[in-house]
């Protein structure tokens, strides 16, 4: 039996409490329209609702249809709460979960997400032959075959993943997908897009009865437009924000998604607390996510992450930045602007930001004012006023919002992925946290005109523990001290009570390139080989 009940709550907490609770589910069945009707009543509320799932239940949200499309829509809600209750969330991967925009003040939290069937295949590799840049391989038991093709695009989604057969953990290292074929007896051969001798170079690398996880397709939907043209929902990520203000995740455990995790674009103050996003405990998964755990784009008001656990994606754990725009047309105070980033994200900037202005390639700085008026003319485009006229803004110049405060990484736990730890350009705070297998743990860097902010921030690193990072521990990149801005703190970092267990006796624990200053205090230096490091810092 399905069941929606309106439960009425004292007038002292002024909010309407929506809990939904579900009998035992029918094979097959779709819980997404009990739900989505749960939240839309309760965002209809005036004082703000609750919508609280049945505590240990397994909700369907079941295969993309005509009726049944994309992800729970949060569109306009203020003061709302989604409480799992300990619920865990079964989504078909033509799906995403949560669509949040135009809102403010919303949490979610005490849900479990995972995906049936999963978004990605795992094959045992048989064998490999470097010199022509192919290898063989079988799925794993339980694990559907992969998209046979001749066409594989040159493509994020056709990336493949390689595992080491003892360690069960990523290798930090892929090839992109050109082809798979498949002989009568079952087993597949791959070919790869690239250079033929970074590819052999990669198989090489490799062993017999390594590990593979391949990306599978599935059908995605068109995203979700408002009026004015901005995108409020796309098939990117798990959970997204748009245009938003507080949002909290509190909680939440996600074991696999086709995409990203977690996104906010456009978006300020958000908080993810306890958010894990992991390989799932008693399988023989090696993976969890096909993209970033947690990507934040064009804030300001930057977000605090605490607490939390990321493990096993195919990309970054963290990705934090703040996209371009470009000048088009210069009068005096007055400029036309495009946004410069991908063509799903809009142009987000209020007046009273303050703005920094680059030449078209970011390695010189031009100048800071503030916005004294905004006027979106068109999906993308704008007119801006600034307060303060800067010299050498002519059509093609970037600009940036700059943060109006710290990243804040708390108390975090990383383990080993296939790319960044964290990859931040703003200033930031990184206390209490273990970096363990990553590629890169903290990766610093303002290196091209999409994504910023410009200049980079200070960034202090306290109390962490790096352990067998297999590029770098810190890494820390500005494209010119030119970018820098005189008398700015901005490219400084400062580092202390951090210990650094490098992979081998050549590893890199900080690595630093026109950074301004670097502060190192209290910090320790081993290897796992228990050879003493040779060069364990670069570039000073």
Known sequence: ??????????????????????????????????????????????????VTLESGRTYRLGERTETSSGPLLIIGADGLTVDGNGATLLVHPTRMVFAIAKSQNVTLKNMTIDYDPLPYTQVV????????????????????????????????????????????????????????????????????????????RVLAARKPRDFLTIKLPYQRGAPLQDTDGRILSTDSTAIRTAFSNNVRVENVTLYASPNMGFTAMGSQGMVLDHYRVMIK?????????????????????????????????????????ISSARVLKKDGKKLEIG??????????????????????????????????????TQYRLAEIELADDVPGIFPGVLLYTCPENLLEVSDCTFKAQFNNALLIRPAAVIRNCWFEDVNVAVHAISHEPIEGPMPPGLMTVENCDFIRCADAAVSLYV??????????????????????????????????????????????????????????????
Not at 139 to 161: E, I, K, L, Q, T
Not at 348 to 356: D, Q
Not at 480 to 493: I, M, Q, R, T, V
């Open 281 to 321: 405990p008693g399988t023989d998964r090696l993976a969890s996510l096909c993209s970033d755990s947690a990507h934040f784009k064009s804030v300001t008001v930057m977000p605090k992450l605490i607490h939390c656990y990321f493990e096993g994606m195919m990309d970054d754990a963290v990705n934090v930045k």
């Open 339 to 376: 946004h410069n980033d991908i063509a799903w994200d809009d142009i987000a900037m209020e007046p009273g930001m303050k703005v920094s202005f680059y030449d078209f390639d970011g390695k010189n700085h031009l100048g800071f004012s503030v916005l004294q008026s905004v006027n979106r």
């Open 125 to 200: 590799i048989q064998s490999i032959t470097p010199e022509s840049g192919t290898l063989t391989f079988v799925p794993m038991a339980g694990y559907p075959d992969p998209m046979v093709s001749n066409n594989y695009a040159d493509f994020v989604p056709s990336d493949a993943m390689f595992y080491d057969r003892d360690t069960r953990k990523m290798t930090h290292s892929f090839l992109r997908l050109r082809t798979i074929s498949r002989d009568d007896a079952g087993v597949f051969s791959a070919t790869f897009h690239g250079d033929a001798g970074h590819i052999s």
């Open 1 to 50: 039996m399905k069941q929606i009940c309106l439960l009425s709550c004292c007038a002292f907490f002024c909010a309407v409490c929506f809990a939904v609770r579900l009998g035992n589910l029918a094979v097959g069945a779709d819980d997404f329209s009990e739900i989505q009707d749960a939240i839309t009543m309760a965002i209809q509320n005036e004082h703000g609702g609750v």
């Open 479 to 540: 494209p010119s001290k030119n970018a820098l801005p005189e008398g700015n703190d901005s490219g400084a970092l400062q580092l202390s009570t951090c210990r650094f267990l490098l992979p081998h006796q050549e590893g890199i624990a900080i690595r630093s390139r026109n950074r301004t200053a670097v502060d190192v205090n209290d910090i320790t230096v081993d290897s796992s080989d228990g050879k003493v490091p040779i060069a364990p810092m670069q570039g000073f």
